[in-house]
């Protein structure tokens, strides 16, 4: 009995200290975007920071200031050449397609008018063609509407400046004192669980790290792929549909199908034989993406089931916004390994 009580408050304990963290999130969520794009450009860098400071024969043994430098300046040539040479295109196809969505808008609410007077004539009941209107009214409410806060997203990290001065700064110290910060992390727990904190952090930087690694190339794959294959289907706007393709790869699970569908929306708009092709396209590279890197990524790395991602999807983009939806599988795997920690002690 007395077990049983114990386990039952072992419980409570836990949902309470899984609330509060959600709660924290919540409200700490204003200052979380240049946190967070500190710590990917710490995994992105961190390798090529460690093979340049490393002694050898690991590495090339230069300082650490000398190795994060080389670092920095290979990351802000990297960002020079994008928006130098990709941003500029991309940018005038944003601004063309910014120009004609109320074209596109009108197209698809006269499709849609056209799909109604054609389910019209089988005499459904009127209950029954109510149902079909307002779903696709609402798949269409709800395509523009993530498109938008999405948009918001991006425009308010390029608005505060003093955000992103703060990136390289935080991130310049993430490269240079991390063991010095994970010790002062250790610190603060009492030495009876220092040995379990260490293990925990040494999953949780596991885990991230290669989910970082994973994701960019899952992105940066997914969203060239896209881009060539639109380009050669004939599809308009096939640069600013390559990019959201990529950038919706980083949400787990339901982000590629996010991506397709403007593209299959655009295509449609011009031809019902040219959207088959287009879906047939992304069927193509779903399949080839779930064959050789979605198993490395999401099974070895995070090991979280299907029903996980989707409850973490729908809570933290409540929580969050599209920051959540992009963190949510990262998120609930660390809360994953801090939970089977717990449950050993």
């Excluded at 080389?70 to 944003?94: D, K, M, N, Q, V």
């Excluded at 197209?107 to 007077?117: C, G, N, P, T």
């Excluded at 655009?266 to 590279?285: C, D, E, G, K, R």
Aim: with cysteine.
């Amino acid at each position: 009995m007395k077990a049983f009580v114990k386990d039952k408050y072992r419980i409570w304990i836990r949902a309470l200290a899984a609330v509060l963290i959600l709660a924290a999130f919540y409200y700490i969520r204003d200052v979380l975007p240049p946190i967070i794009i500190a710590v990917l450009l710490f995994y992105a860098l961190n390798p090529l920071v460690s093979w340049l400071s490393n002694k050898k024969p690991k590495g090339i043994g230069l300082p650490i200031n000398i190795s994060i430098l080389i670092s920095f300046l290979l990351a802000f040539l990297a960002f020079y050449l994008f928006f130098r040479f990709i941003i500029p295109p991309i940018a005038a196809e944003f601004k063309l397609f910014g120009q004609n969505i109320p074209e596109y808008i009108a197209s698809a609410k006269q499709a849609m008018d056209s799909l109604r007077q054609w389910y019209a004539g089988y005499a459904l009941p009127e209950e029954v063609q109510n149902i079909i209107a307002q779903s696709f009214q609402g798949l269409l409410d709800s395509i523009l509407g993530f498109g938008e806060e999405m948009f918001k997203g991006i425009v308010s990290i390029a608005t505060r400046f003093i955000q992103i001065i703060i990136i390289p700064i935080l991130t310049y110290y993430l490269l240079k004192d991390k063991e010095t910060l994970k010790r002062g992390l250790l610190e603060l727990v009492p030495p009876a669980y220092q040995p379990r904190t260490t293990r925990i952090l040494s999953k949780i930087n596991k885990v991230l790290s290669g989910y970082v690694k994973g994701v960019l190339l899952l992105c940066l794959m997914v969203g060239t792929t896209a881009g060539i294959g639109l380009y050669l289907l004939g599809v308009r706007y096939f640069m600013v549909l390559g990019l959201i393709a990529g950038v919706t790869e980083a949400i787990t699970f339901i982000g590629p199908w996010i991506g397709a569908v403007p593209a299959v929306l655009i295509a449609f708009l011009s031809s019902p034989a040219l959207a088959i092709q287009v879906i047939a396209l992304y069927l193509a590279i779903q399949a080839l993406e779930h064959s050789v890197f979605v198993p490395k990524v999401f099974s070895d790395q995070l090991d979280l089931h299907p029903v996980a991602i989707i409850i973490a999807l729908l809570v933290l983009g409540k929580l969050l916004g599209p920051l959540g939806l992009f963190f949510a599988a990262p998120i609930v795997a660390i809360l994953r390994i801090i939970y089977e920690e717990i449950q050993e002690g």
